[in-house]
């Protein structure tokens, strides 16, 4: 009996020595295999995901642009610009860096791009840094800048010249009503908007147009917002100065009179002849005269403009050709020829002259004084004094001079300029806006003449987009970003892991 139960533990102590230990089974081998190699991949992805957002904070070029027109994308005339700022240059976005987007009232805007191409700036070159500061918790900020108009959502450009501030919904974005649609047509100017004010900024000289008040002026500020807009834009600074009690800014290269309503004294017209002939002047001076038909009588300008070879008449311009006014428009409303050689550098299709009056080009030369015509009507047109005026009499009218005396200061030839347009309504927005007219090219073209400076190089265009593009591709960044590569991938990596963990787990 004994014997029977020692053989009996003898093989209980032999089973149980024979089978091995669950940490040295297959099973356990297998499995925790499988759990190593989900962990890793796990592992693998989130550092993945964190050097991938390391590495687009750091180099911003390597975000992918989904946008239809590229709006995330800087356009080689903006990496030119940046690569060319030697000074150290801030780009200070007065927003908080993660609730950008909050900033614009419509979804279709995101104000995300701004940062997006102020970081790709700031990546082409090390002298253009970007930092961000929050009104909301930052107020007194704006104390170092009151004499700028800042509010969330501003930019301020800075280098030691000089300070550009951009306003978000003027200067970086837009939106118009479409008036066949009834909707709005978005538009995304930062690109142009960020590489212009960089450029404005770090010019040695920015040219100045001084707009000269208190004559009750026709063309107000307001009516001529996008002419100033566009001068502003393309490196040139505007003032406002009245005439009758300041003197005229030091720095100013062009003095605006903007079809005043009262004559000028003689005192004021002293001061422009100063002005001109200032023999400490190093670069050439100009006169911008607009005058419109109904202005009245006003002897002391008029004779100050036949010094330079100039007269108005007291009429209108009106076109007999159908073919030159606007379809349906009135017959003072003329398209007008650029009859100069000085701006031939482009050609000018559908220049507009509205209400414009005849001028008389009293010399072509007379003394250092020389006078050409820049706008002259077609051969087609007649004068208009009267409703009694002979509609027969057709003949091709001067309605904008440029009258220019060359003279040597400090050792170098340069110009004194009387420049005259009698129709100041071309100077308006509904012509400056339009793109279907070429005033706005032909006065970039003319201030780049008068200023010595090449306005083209430091002007990128906005781009119109689609209302919906912008959402669109923020939403399929959206996708990509969080739910593909933050949780669709990760999910199907544990999910594989498990699969093979659990069908391993049994062998």
């Not at 009996?1 to 089978?19: F, G, H, L």
């Not at 147009?209 to 208190?214: D, F, L, Q, S, Y």
């Not at 996708?479 to 062998?507: D, E, K």
Request: glycine content about 4%; some cysteine.
């Amino acid at each position: 009996m004994k014997d029977k139960q020692e053989n009996k533990t003898t093989e209980v102590k032999a089973t149980t020595k024979s089978k091995p230990s669950f940490l040295k089974s297959t099973k356990f081998k297998h499995g925790t295999s499988s759990v190593i190699m989900t962990v890793v991949f796990l592992c693998i992805i989130i550092v993945v995901n964190i050097l991938a957002s390391v590495l687009t904070d750091r180099f911003p070029s390597l975000n992918i642009d989904l946008t239809s027109q590229k709006i995330n994308t800087l356009s080689e005339d903006a990496v030119e610009i940046a690569k060319s700022v030697q000074t150290d240059t801030q780009i200070i976005i007065l927003a908080s860096e993660d609730n950008a987007d909050q900033l614009l009232n419509s979804g279709d805007m995101q104000y995300s791009q701004v940062i997006t191409l102020a970081k790709k700036l700031q990546e082409v070159n090390s002298k253009i840094q970007v930092s961000f500061v929050d009104l909301d918790t930052n107020p007194q900020f704006t104390q170092e800048y009151s004499e700028y108009s800042l509010s969330t959502g501003s930019v301020i450009v800075k280098s030691n010249k000089r300070i550009k501030v951009l306003a978000p919904m003027v200067d970086l974005f837009s939106a118009t009503q479409n008036q066949q649609t009834g909707g709005y047509d978005y538009t995304s100017k930062v690109d142009g908007a960020l590489a212009n004010a960089l450029s404005l900024v770090n010019l040695e000289k920015v040219p100045t147009m001084a707009v000269a008040n208190g004559h009750e002026e026709l063309l107000v500020s307001t009516a001529r917002a996008a002419f100033d807009k566009n001068l502003s834009d393309r490196g040139i600074d505007v003032v406002e100065f009245n005439i009758m009690t300041d003197d005229i800014p030091e720095n100013a290269d062009i003095i605006m009179i903007p079809t005043p309503s009262t004559d000028y004294t003689e005192a004021e017209i002293t001061k422009l002849r100063t002005f001109l002939s200032d023999e400490t002047a190093e670069n050439s001076r100009s006169i911008l005269y607009t005058a419109d038909y109904s202005q009245p009588t006003m002897p002391t300008l008029e004779s100050f403009l036949e010094e330079w070879g100039v007269k108005l008449q007291k009429a209108v311009v009106v076109e007999t050709n159908t073919d030159h006014v606007l379809p349906g428009g009135d017959a003072s409303i003329i398209f007008v020829n650029s009859s100069s050689e000085l701006l031939s550098k482009n050609s000018y299709s559908y220049l507009v002259a509205p209400v414009a009056a005849p001028m008389e080009l009293l010399f072509s030369g007379n003394d250092s004084i020389s006078t050409t015509a820049l706008w002259t009507s077609y051969d087609s047109t007649y004068v208009m004094e009267n409703e009694d005026s002979d509609t027969s009499k057709t003949d091709a009218y001067p309605v904008a001079t440029m009258s220019t005396k060359a003279v040597k200061k400090n050792g170098e030839y340069v110009n004194e300029n009387v420049i005259v347009f009698s129709s100041s309504v071309a100077f308006t927005d509904n012509f400056i806006n339009s793109s279907t007219f070429a005033n706005k090219q032909f006065f970039t073209d003319l201030f780049s003449n008068l200023t010595g400076s090449d306005m083209s190089q430091v002007y990128i265009a906005p781009v119109t987009v689609n209302q919906y593009d912008i959402a669109a591709s923020a939403s399929v960044m959206n996708i990509l970003g969080f739910g593909v590569f933050t949780v669709a991938i990760p999910l199907v990596i544990i999910a594989f892991g498990l699969v093979i963990f659990l069908r391993r787990r049994h062998l």
